[in-house]
């Protein structure tokens, strides 16, 4: 198998930790020709990264599909719980970090002027805090975001976070994550995970 994937890419980052962590023989390289060639458009028409080419040629995008694809297909070590309970909160985790900390960081780095204090801004940043509310309330308060061990709730919420302070220090001088202290412990616990410490470490050289 094959990953299209970038360092610097929030949505490739978190399948990164998943093979990492499972220690799994899939070959990770960049999309030839760039993101937008006609090369990678015909292996991937959707133009998006991550973009898994599995063995028989089937291309399967979106990070989430890749993900639980993965999981279903190389189950040890385990990235979901036994219980529906645990499962369903690894999952909300998850829609919590791309939907609220992934996608708006994202957005707030492509605004033409970062300097500007504007309503689009406004509105993302907005999302971000009610993100951080969410995830200071149902963290587990242990190492990790859904228990004592590494979960696809990790490979989505670690890259995710790394994220906040550079996308909104262009618009607001304070430490936002400081405000939100369980999720303060939380980013550094989850990177002792040598998984989670390796991604986050390729996603700040690539950003430098």
């Not at 890419?9 to 020709?33: N, Q």
């Not at 991550?50 to 291309?59: E, K, Q, S």
């Given at each position: 198998?094959?990953?299209?994937?970038?360092?610097?890419?929030?949505?490739?980052?978190?399948?990164?930790?998943?093979?990492?962590?499972?220690?799994?023989?899939?070959?990770?390289?960049?999309?030839?020709?760039?993101?937008?060639?006609?090369?990678?458009?015909?292996?991937?028409?959707?133009?998006?990264?991550?973009?898994?080419?599995?063995?028989?040629?089937?291309?399967?995008?979106?990070?989430?599909?890749?993900?639980?694809?993965?999981?279903?297909?190389?189950?040890?070590?385990?990235?979901?719980?036994?219980?529906?309970?645990?499962?369903?909160?690894?999952?909300?985790?998850?829609?919590?970090?791309?939907?609220?900390?992934?996608?708006q960081t994202v957005e707030l780095a492509q605004l033409p002027d970062a300097g500007a204090r504007d309503e689009t801004a406004a509105n993302?940043?907005?999302?971000?805090?009610?993100?951080?509310?969410?995830?200071?309330?149902?963290?587990?308060?242990?190492?990790?975001?859904?228990?004592?061990?590494?979960?696809?709730?990790?490979?989505?919420?670690?890259?995710?976070?790394?994220?906040?302070?550079?996308?909104?220090?262009?618009?607001?001088?304070?430490?936002?994550?400081?405000?939100?202290?369980?999720?303060?412990?939380?980013?550094?616990?989850?990177?002792?995970?040598?998984?989670?410490?390796?991604?986050?470490?390729?996603?700040?050289?690539?950003?430098?």
């Open positions: 198998m094959r990953l299209y994937s970038e360092n610097y890419s929030p949505f490739s980052a978190p399948v990164r930790i998943a093979i990492y962590a499972k220690a799994l023989d899939i070959e990770i390289v960049a999309p030839p020709g760039g993101l937008r060639s006609a090369q990678y458009h015909v292996i991937n028409p959707l133009g998006t990264i991550p973009c898994l080419m599995l063995d028989d040629g089937t291309r399967l995008p979106e990070s989430s599909a890749i993900m639980e694809y993965l999981e279903e297909k190389f189950p040890s070590p385990r990235l979901l719980p036994v219980s529906p309970e645990a499962r369903a909160q690894v999952r909300l985790v998850q829609r919590i970090g791309e939907l609220h900390i992934t996608t993302h940043l907005t999302k971000i805090v009610r993100g951080l509310a969410a995830l200071q309330n149902i963290l587990s308060g242990d190492d990790f975001a859904v228990g004592p061990h590494l979960t696809l709730a990790d490979c989505q919420l670690a890259p995710a976070l790394f994220r906040v302070p550079r996308a909104v220090g262009a618009f607001m001088n304070r430490d936002l994550i400081g405000a939100y202290p369980k999720v303060a412990q939380y980013i550094e616990t989850s990177r002792r995970h040598t998984a989670v410490a390796r991604v986050l470490d390729e996603m700040s050289a690539a950003l430098r």
